[in-house]
């Protein structure tokens, strides 16, 4: 059985009002030829197959136009898609019954009271393989797997999701036919090690997924990296940057092959396909920030002729550059120049008390913080309000946004 495990497609995504479809139009003609061209019997999609909960029909026809495109050139191959934290379960879920026609299989949530219901037995072109496919789990999903003194826990209620799921495929697995582990979360472990809670959830122990599968295909983290240095358990990372902090990220998709010897021992190996970006994502200046007139200068001499795709461009200066025509003198530089411009970042100077503030090279990276992180660090940077901690009230009515949002999200 030959796979390839990609995530993170973020489709409809809007890149500083860019739209990104012939990006993402690009990966999928050279997801196509790599599908025939290496045999791929399985197609695993490990969640944000979307940007939005909501994508636009010309994003939802992008994965529809894919899917059946790869069907016609690969007729038996089989695809399984997980729902990630930007996906809404119920809307990739009312595209099951039709996606079924073309293998496709679609995992929107997973269920307590019916964990087998996202194993999947897969059998195509005479191979075998078992798929946990865990969706991205909510903590209203799991509240009720997992109590401690201060409530449910969600690391505990993963766990538990991760064992009664796993139990239920060994049961299944009798002719110990390769296991695949499908999950959207954020696992311990890997090249970004990060005390801030991404998205809202913690970080989960690698130990969750126990030792008994024989390759684990995550998606959430969008740099390609190994977990806990197992080269079996990888996030294979987004196929185009979806931020300017990603800019430097080598794409790529992992293609996994397992070969059963006759005693029905499994051998697994991994191996890493470079996914060529179509368009590129430039800042200037490259390094420290530079005088306006000379950024304008490097603006005014960038080549874009070796292009074939319009660039990314988005310029940082000093916010202690305090020419008030800065906007005009930039705009002016940036005037005939084959670029999608996407906007002017005013870098503050390094305050004296850093250490304990993060700090972000672009907007995309707050948005992954979750919440209550957010409005302490506000509090923390607001000169107003500096050394003064979040008052307990305000927390407690954040956090009762917070759920009231959640429940709608459910709806
Ligand atoms: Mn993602």
Redesign the pocket.
């Known amino acids: 059985m030959k796979v390839l495990h990609t ?2 497609w ?1 489709l409809g995504q809007q890149f500083y009002e860019h739209d990104r479809r012939e990006e993402h139009q690009a990966f999928f003609t050279w997801l196509l030829a790599t599908l025939v061209e290496q045999q791929i019997d399985l197609l695993l999609v490990a ?2 197959i979307y ?1 939005t909960a909501t994508p636009s029909a010309s994003a939802e026809n992008q994965l529809y136009q894919f899917i059946k495109d790869a069907k016609k050139q690969c007729p038996h191959l089989h695809v399984v898609i997980i729902a ?3 996906d809404s379960a119920n809307r990739i879920l009312a595209a099951q019954p039709l996606l079924a026609q073309f293998d496709t299989h679609v995992v929107g949530r997973f269920d307590v009271s019916a964990p087998s219901d996202i194993i999947l037995e897969i059998n195509t072109n005479n191979k075998r393989a078992v798929i946990a496919a865990m969706p991205f789990l909510r903590s209203s999903d799991i509240s009720s797997l997992s109590q401690t003194e201060n409530g449910p826990s969600y690391a505990q209620g993963v766990a538990k999701a991760y064992e009664v799921a796993l139990n239920h495929a060994y049961k299944i697995n009798k002719q110990n036919a390769p296991l695949i582990v499908m999950g ?1 979360l954020h696992a311990k472990g890997g090249d970004i090690s990060s005390n801030l809670v991404i ?1 809202g959830e913690e970080s989960i122990s690698a130990n969750v997924f126990g030792s008994k599968a024989n390759y684990f295909a995550l ?4 740099k390609a990296q190994q977990v806990a240095k197992n080269d079996a358990i990888r996030y294979s990372g ?1 196929p185009i940057p ?1 931020s300017f902090s990603e800019r430097n990220y080598t794409h790529q998709v992992n293609i996994i092959e397992f070969i059963s010897d006759e005693k029905k021992n499994i051998s697994t190996t991994v191996n890493p396909l470079y996914i060529p970006r179509s368009a590129d994502v430039i800042i200037l200046p490259k390094g420290e920030c530079v005088p306006l007139d000379e950024l304008c200068k490097q603006i005014k001499t960038l080549d874009t002729s070796q292009n074939t795709v319009v660039p990314y461009l988005r310029v940082k200066l000093k916010s202690s550059d305090t020419d008030t025509t800065f906007r005009e003198q930039i705009e002016q530089a940036l005037e005939g120049k084959n670029v999608k411009f996407c906007g002017i970042e005013r870098v503050r100077e390094q305050s004296d008390n850093n250490g304990s503030d993060a700090v972000f090279e672009d907007l995309g990276e707050v948005e992954m913080l979750n919440p209550q992180n957010l409005l302490e660090q506000a509090f923390a940077n607001d000169k107003d309000m500096a050394g003064q901690s979040v008052p307990d009230e305000l927390k407690a009515l954040l956090n009762e946004v917070i759920s009231e949002l959640a429940e709608q999200e459910q709806l």
């Open positions: 995530s993170d973020h969640g944000d940007h990630g934290n930007h959207h998205g998606g959430h983290l969008h987004t979806m």
